[in-house]
Structure formats: structure tokens, C-alpha cells
T-cell receptor, first 113, second 112 residues
Framework: SQQGEEDPQALSIQEGENATMNCSYK?????LQWYRQNSGRGLVHLIL?????REKHSGRLRVTLDTSKKSSSLLITASRAADTASYFC?????????????FGKGTTLSVSS | DAGVTQSPTHLIKTRGQQVTLRCSPK?????VSWYQQALGQGPQFIFQ???????QRGNFPDRFSGHQFPNYSSELNVNALLLGDSALYLC???????????FGPGTRLTVT
């Protein structure tokens, strides 16, 4: 079974708008990561947030983590057509670093110009 | 500095055959993990290798086996292929106890 579940499953926006994706998970975690995947190719690591962090920024990306609600959100500001991709959250199995990653089904983001 | 590389890029096999996929980790990484991604789904963990031994395994049958070599590269073997084994197979490398896993471009396996 998959630990993380992203919401929404699909999101369509215009260039320049912000995109928000949410992720829920079931068990305790050591950290939570977000990945991007273009057209069924390899995953690109975007950002990692540790369980003791509440918010993290990287360029146009902002990630929040609420361990009490077992949820995280990824905000992409000022979206571009190049942001069109699938986005996955991943948590470490058993709450231990260096272990298997458990992925959700992903959010498919479409940014039109 | 080369990232994670995988070969081949695409592969077509017939039911019942066997297949071997290969992965070279990112320079400096010693741990390799394999994932299977079916169409429209997130990646699912198959197993992880460190120090040439399988350290963790996901919910996959024994038809899936692997190997890690002294140079940290790895192979994924699948025997008695089924139609349901058609998927994108992703290799990821990391440092032991490291948090971030770096993924290769994947091998697209089609079983007919």
C-alpha cells in the first residue's frame, strides 16, 4: 500500500498562477520529500523537509509540514509551462533515514501559456 | 560528475522470459534502491542494496532478485516475466543513512 496520497490528482492552471499540492501520510516519518517527474522519465528531487521543520523554501518552491495532521503541502509560485509534470511526495519507511521511500500516486500539474 | 545511469532505456520481452536491468549510482554513493512504477502510479519499492547485500525488500515476489557489485553498481533480474511486470523500473542511489535518493532515467520494460 502507498503511504502518501497527493491531492488533487490533477491540476490545470495558467502561467503566472500559483499551484498548491497536498500530501497526506499514515505513519511517523523522519522526513518528507517532494519529487518531480516529466513524461514518465526519472524523478528529480525537489526538496526535503525534516520532521522537526514546519516550513522550507527553495526558489519558487515552498513546502510545509504538519506532523500532527500527517500532511504536507507544496506550493509552486509564478508557475511556468516548464513546471508541467507529475509531482510526488515520498516518506521514508519505518521513520528511518536511508530506508525505502514510499510514494503517493502523484499530482499531475498542467501549466498552459 | 555523472548522475545515476541505467541501461537499457527500453526493453521488450515475451511472457516467461527473463530480463536484467543495470544501474550505476551517482559518484560517491554506496546504496542502490530499485523501484517499479506502473503507468499512472507512484513508484513502488522493490529492494535496496548496500555492501553487496539486500538490506530491505518491498512486497515483490522472489522472481525479482538483484545484485550489487564491489563498485556499487547494481542489477535487477526478473524471471518468468508476466504481462503485469510491464512498467518503468527506476534505480536510485544514495549514501547509507542519507536522506536524499537520486533517481536515474529509468528502463521502460514492456512484456508482450
Amino acid at each position: 500500500s502507498q503511504q502518501g496520497e497527493e491531492d488533487p490528482q490533477a491540476l490545470s492552471i495558467q502561467e503566472g498562477e500559483n499551484a498548491t499540492m497536498n500530501c497526506s501520510y499514515k505513519t511517523s516519518i523522519n522526513n518528507l520529500q517532494w519529487y518531480r517527474q516529466n513524461s514518465g522519465r526519472g524523478l528529480v528531487h525537489l526538496i526535503l523537509i525534516r520532521s522537526n521543520e514546519r516550513e522550507k523554501h527553495s526558489g519558487r518552491l515552498r513546502v510545509t509540514l504538519d506532523t500532527s495532521k500527517k500532511s504536507s503541502s507544496l506550493l509552486i509560485t509564478a508557475s511556468r509551462a516548464a513546471d508541467t509534470a507529475s509531482y510526488f511526495c515520498a516518506t521514508d519507511a519505518y521513520g528511518q533515514a536511508g530506508t525505502a521511500l514510499i510514494f503517493g500516486k502523484g499530482t499531475t500539474l498542467s501549466v498552459s501559456s | 560528475d555523472a548522475g545515476v545511469t541505467q541501461s537499457p532505456t527500453h526493453l521488450i520481452k515475451t511472457r516467461g522470459q527473463q530480463v536484467t536491468l543495470r544501474c550505476s549510482p551517482k559518484s560517491g554513493h554506496d546504496t542502490v534502491s530499485w523501484y517499479q512504477q506502473a503507468l499512472g502510479q507512484g513508484p513502488q519499492f522493490i529492494f535496496q542494496y548496500y555492501e553487496e547485500e539486500e538490506r530491505q525488500r518491498g512486497n515483490f515476489p522472489d522472481r525479482f532478485s538483484g545484485h550489487q557489485f564491489p563498485n556499487y553498481s547494481s542489477e535487477l533480474n526478473v524471471n518468468a516475466l508476466l504481462l503485469g511486470d510491464s512498467a518503468l523500473y527506476l534505480c536510485a542511489s544514495s549514501l547509507r543513512q542519507g536522506n536524499e535518493q537520486y533517481f536515474g532515467p529509468g528502463t521502460r520494460l514492456t512484456v508482450t
